[in-house]
């Protein structure tokens, strides 16, 4: 086994290699792994049974997106060989217990997002090469560091998410490593669109409703890359790190090296629900990888859960569902005191957009601004993430219904993110029929940004098409909003009932009293005492 017993002497290399495993928190994982692989002669693991533990037995199957590179099925094909050669060096034949710890530290240890980010180019650079495709990417090594040069075209951005994509989903379904499962891949041009407009020469004068983007040859530099991801996606480089943690967790829970099965259907495992919401697997992927709070495991519950109805349990309000406005709305979402994702789909100039608002709490009905933190992402066509700003405003959420009684100065009324009142960043009508974007020099609580393609100067008045909201604070968060909602509505049954035994004398019944009232106003009517 890989763990040296008391009597055995252990050499400062052997020691440094166990401290950085354990600093990962899976020094017994990786024992156990070592046990199971390792000749008990030579006491190293063949690499081709290494191997084993990398390979996924998957199909593919669908894809949402409207582009499909034809080379990523044989880029997956090559995803296992391509981590054992930049972090699993064998000598002779295999890796002994050192190299093997070495190797997970490399890719799994504690390092800065950049250098992780690396790995990953890395590793997919060289699946590509196995792949037979060609690359614009340049990995240039030494014995002790590495370079990597070059760019990347749209259609391997699009492969590098997908990678990335399947190394996320296998790490939240094991089943994968042991039965035959397919895959569908999920529609993310919005992140291919952010990426190339970002990063490449002519990317702010792109026509970003033009479909030829994703199959062009402009040219992503690496360096831009990077600061893009860093920017935009900082988990995303994160994906590489839980695929060999999980691959290596669930061979060390297998009692023996389990073989796919041949008579598995292959379809138990596959990812294709229903894309008639809003948040679809891949924009909340998307939004899941800006996220670095409990949150983003509740919004990957859209993205990898096959079952639709437990997806659908975070969903509080759908305005094709539950009716369009704020009434509706507030019906569904009251109650719900935490983390609560909106997204709102519009249109104008003929083009459709979506934008999305997350805020740390629930709504509250208020003629102020509230709230302590938030953000605005403009998801489609192009997503990207708008952080809150710090230390200027913190006008991060209006939710105002109508407020009883008369107002001189009434408020406006609607849901609202940003700016301040009557100059709201994004403002949504009471009816949820209208929606008005602002510059974001009206605004000093979110950071900088455009919420939607070519949005201008001037305010943007757009026709809503569909609101969702779905609710991120877990199970706990959910069932206090049913208790709530179940005493809200005992009480409006209570204010509702009436007590027909104090009516049953016509004398004492109020019909009477109306009757006389109306006969005889003027009628002088003693007071019972």
């Not at 539950?322 to 709305?329: C, D, E, I």
């Not at 066509?381 to 708008?386: G, K, N, Q």
């Not at 993110?417 to 949504?428: A, C, D, K, T, W």
Request: include cysteine; hydrophobic fraction near 35%.
């Amino acid at each position: 086994m890989g763990a040296s017993s008391s009597s055995e002497q252990v050499s400062p290399e052997q020691r440094e290699a166990e401290s950085l495993a354990a600093s990962t928190g899976d020094l017994n994982v990786l024992q156990k792994v070592f046990a199971k692989l390792s000749d008990p002669v030579t006491k190293t693991i063949p690499i081709t049974s290494l191997k084993e533990c990398f390979k996924l037995s998957i199909e593919y199957q669908n894809c949402e997106a409207s582009f499909k590179p034809e080379n990523f099925p044989g880029l997956l094909n090559h995803l296992g060989q391509s981590i054992l050669d930049h972090f699993f060096l064998s000598e002779k034949g295999g890796l002994n217990w050192i190299s093997f710890l070495n190797g997970y530290a490399k890719c799994c240890g504690r390092m800065s997002t950049s250098n992780s980010l690396n790995n990953l180019l890395k590793v997919f650079g060289t699946a590509i090469v196995k792949s037979g495709a060609t690359t614009g990417l340049q990995i240039e090594s030494s014995d002790t560091d590495y370079k990597i040069n070059g760019y990347l075209l749209p259609a391997d951005l699009l492969m590098l998410l997908w990678m990335c994509w399947v190394m996320c989903w296998s790490s939240r379904i094991p089943q994968l490593f042991s039965e035959k499962a397919t895959y569908g891949l999920p529609d993310i041009n919005n992140l291919v669109l952010s990426g190339v407009s970002a990063c490449a020469e002519d990317g702010a004068g792109l026509n970003i409703w033009n479909d030829d983007i994703l199959g062009s040859d402009r040219k992503i530099p690496v360096g831009k890359l990077h600061v893009w991801v860093l920017k935009t996606l900082p988990n995303l480089p994160e994906c590489l790190a839980q695929f060999v943690h999980s691959c290596f967790n669930n061979f060390a829970s297998q009692q023996d090296i389990l073989e796919p099965s041949p008579t598995s259907t292959g379809d138990s495992h596959s990812i294709a629900h229903s894309n008639n919401y809003l948040l679809t697997p891949g924009r909340a992927w998307s939004i899941s990888l800006s996220l670095r709070s409990s949150m983003r495991d509740e919004i990957l519950k859209a993205c990898f859960t096959p079952d639709i109805d437990k997806v659908k349990e975070n969903l509080l309000y759908r305005s094709s569902l539950h009716g369009k406005g704020l009434n509706r709305f507030w019906t569904n979402a009251e109650g719900y005191n935490g983390p609560i994702l909106m997204l709102v789909s519009a249109t104008s100039e003929d083009h459709c957009w979506l934008i999305g608002a997350l805020t740390n709490q629930g709504f509250e009905n208020k003629d102020t601004f509230y709230g302590t933190s938030g953000s605005l992402y403009a998801i489609s066509p192009v997503f990207d993430h708008i952080t809150s700003s710090a230390g200027k405003e913190k006008n991060f959420v209006y939710s105002h219904l109508h407020s009883p009684g008369y107002e001189a100065k009434p408020k406006p009324v609607g849901i609202a993110f940003g700016g301040s009142l009557g100059n709201e960043r994004v403002f949504m009508d009471e009816d949820f029929s209208r929606l008005t974007v602002r510059h974001h020099a009206y605004d000093k609580t979110y950071q900088p940004g455009i919420l939607f393609p070519n949005q201008g100067y001037l305010p943007t008045e757009a026709h809503v098409l569909e609101v969702e909201v779905w609710g991120l604070g877990g199970e706990k968060v959910k069932e206090a909003q049913n208790l709530f909602q179940k005493r809200e509505q005992l009480f409006t049954e209570q204010r509702r009932k009436v007590d027909l035994k104090t009516f049953s004398n016509w004398e004492d019944s109020p019909e009477k009293m109306m009757m006389d009232m109306v006969s005889n106003p003027n009628a002088v009517r003693r007071e019972e005492r």
